[in-house]
T-cell receptor
C-alpha cells in the first residue's frame, strides 16, 4: 500500500462525454503525476502538478486537463472522450518533482 | 514516446530459478527505475539507480546500469510464484517528460 488512493476504480462512459478522475496523494507529498496505460503497454506520462502548478506535460491533447488542490490532491479531466481514451489511468505522488513516485491502484476507464 | 525497451517481452520460469530482464534506452538519463505491476493494477516501485551508479541491490533484486551501452538489467534471484507480474523500466531524463516507461516484461513463475 502506497497511501495513494484513486476514485473511482472503474468507469464506463460513451464517446463525447466528459470524465473527472480523482487522486489523493500520500501524506506529505506535494507532487502528483498522471499516466495513461493502454492495454499491453507501459504507462505514458500525461502531466505533473507541483504545488498546484502544472510542471511538465506529455504528448496529450488539450482536452486532457488537470488540477491540484491546496491539500495536494488532484483531478484529471478528459473532455470529448474518444474510444482510444479507454485505458488504466494512474496517478503517482512524490515528495518533490524529481523524487521517487508512488502509484495509486488506478482507474480503469472504458469508453463505448 | 517510449524510451525504454524491455527484453524479453515474456519470461516463464520455475520457482527457485533466477529471472533476468533487460532494458535498453535511447538518450542520456538522470536515473533509471524498475517497477512491478500485478494484473493491470498500480505500479510498485522496486529500485532506483542513478546514472553514476553501476549496480544496486535490494533483497533478492539486483540492478545493473551500463550508461555506455544505454542498458540496464534486473535480476530476481530465487524466484517465487508471488513474483509473477509485469516488470517495467522507466527512465528519468530530468526534463518535462518525467518518467518514460517501456512496454514491460511479463514474468510468470510456475510453482
Amino acid at each position: 500500500e502506497t497511501g495513494v488512493t484513486q476514485s473511482p476504480t472503474h468507469l464506463i462512459k460513451t464517446r463525447g462525454q466528459q470524465v473527472t478522475l480523482r487522486c489523493s496523494s500520500q501524506s506529505g507529498h506535494n507532487t502528483v503525476s498522471w499516466y495513461q496505460q493502454a492495454l499491453g503497454q507501459g504507462p505514458q506520462f500525461i502531466f505533473q502538478y507541483y504545488r498546484e502548478e502544472e510542471n511538465g506535460r506529455g504528448n496529450f491533447p488539450p482536452r486532457f486537463s488537470g488540477l491540484q488542490f491546496p491539500n495536494y490532491s488532484s483531478e484529471l479531466n478528459v473532455n470529448a472522450l474518444e474510444l482510444d481514451d479507454s485505458a488504466l489511468y494512474l496517478c503517482a505522488s512524490s515528495l518533490g518533482v524529481a523524487e521517487t513516485q508512488y502509484f495509486g491502484p488506478g482507474t480503469r476507464l472504458l469508453v463505448l | 514516446s517510449q524510451q525504454g525497451e524491455e527484453d524479453p517481452q515474456a519470461l516463464s520460469i520455475q520457482e527457485g530459478e533466477n529471472a533476468t530482464m533487460n532494458c535498453s534506452y535511447k538518450t542520456s538519463i538522470n536515473n533509471l527505475q524498475w517497477y512491478r505491476q500485478n494484473s493491470g493494477r498500480g505500479l510498485v516501485h522496486l529500485i532506483l539507480i542513478r546514472s553514476n551508479e553501476r549496480e544496486k541491490h535490494s533483497g533478492r533484486l539486483r540492478v545493473t546500469l551500463d550508461t555506455s551501452k544505454k542498458s540496464s538489467s534486473l535480476l530476481i534471484t530465487a524466484s517465487r510464484a508471488a513474483d509473477t507480474a509485469s516488470y517495467f523500466c522507466a527512465t528519468d531524463k530530468g526534463g518535462s517528460e518525467k518518467l518514460v516507461f517501456g512496454k514491460g516484461t511479463k514474468l510468470t513463475v510456475n510453482p
